[in-house]
């Protein structure tokens, strides 16, 4: 049933929420945004003005843009640590989401497809990992992962190894624990999506003659697109700037670029260039993003 508000209704509703994004997003950015435009000042005025009243110009300091792209020496376009940081969180990201998507779409599936009275149960299950400390939750996988760690243990009192195996501080520690944080944030809107499903349409598939795996991938899969791109983008996104799970279960070659930021920043004492670098991050992340919305509003 459609919901008539009046004028003022309809935009104090639409209102909110735009206040609330530029309160608490757009105005931080257009701050963190001018940062990286300038220069560190002295003890008083942490950075310098970026007009200049004697001359009325502009100084725009774009040496932390250009940083960037390439070293400070002239070598080679794209051949620096951050790229090689922005390539490194992108990557871990895709697979982390990935993953997420091939564990979360079963239990999704097999939540949706259960009786209505165990469905609360069954999420609450899924929930409850966020009843627990985040930092409580990543220090767990590092007893589990460690050399003489829980998984060690296990493995050499079956035998199966006689010395620890290199677990912690690798690729697939780092997989590991983003997949375990950032899988409720998949399987909670493949939920939502799967759950409204009329699964009548599979058994109509079913008289048709197709076999389950087909009518799964022709009838649910595509129904579930807009449950699947959710689910993605809610794990793709924060993994790109994880900055606690790289940090403790990742090795010196797993630095990713929210690292690289926390080292900009307090480290280096470098907070343009830190700014810099969180602005382009940003830009690579909504960036595709409107121009994937662009397309499919236009298609739909």
Known sequence: MALNLPMPGKRFVIGVPFG?????????FLILFYISFVDM????????????????????????YISIFRSPDGG??????????????????????????????????????SPASVRPALLMMVMLPF??????????????LADQGVLNQLLMGLG????PIQMLYTNVSMLVGMTYVYLPFMVL???????????????????????????????TVPLSKAGIIAGF???????????????????????????????????SNNWPRASALA?????????????????TGEEK
């Not at 609330?20 to 931080?28: E, G, R």
């Not at 990557?91 to 982390?96: F, I, M, P, R």
């Not at 493949?190 to 076999?211: C, H, I, T």
């Open 233 to 267: 983008m809610l794990v793709f996104i924060p993994c790109v700037g994880e900055f606690v799970i790289p940090s403790l279960l990742g090795g010196p070659e797993n630095i990713m670029i929210g690292r690289v930021v926390w080292d900009e920043m307090f480290t």
């Open 20 to 28: 609330w994004l530029l309160v608490f997003f757009m105005l931080p």
């Open 76 to 113: 080679e376009l794209f051949q620096t640590i951050y790229i090689e940081a922005y390539i490194r969180s992108i990557w871990y990201a895709l697979c982390t989401a990935v993953l997420c998507l091939v564990i979360g779409y079963p239990f999704s599936y097999f939540i949706a497809r």
């Open 131 to 144: 009843w627990t400390s985040f930092l409580l939750r990543v220090y767990a996988w590092k007893g589990i």
């Open 160 to 163: 199966i190894t006689s010395e």
């Open 189 to 219: 809107p493949l939920y939502a999506n799967l759950v409204k499903m009329d699964f009548r349409l599979l058994e109509a598939a079913y008289d048709l003659g197709a076999s389950p795996f087909k009518a799964f991938w022709l009838v």
């Open 41 to 64: 000042g002295n003890d008083i005025s942490p950075f310098k003005p970026i007009w200049d009243h004697e001359t009325g110009l502009l100084q725009l300091k774009y040496e932390n």
């Open 279 to 295: 602005v382009v991050m940003i830009g690579l992340i909504v960036i595709p993003l409107a121009i994937y919305y662009h397309f």
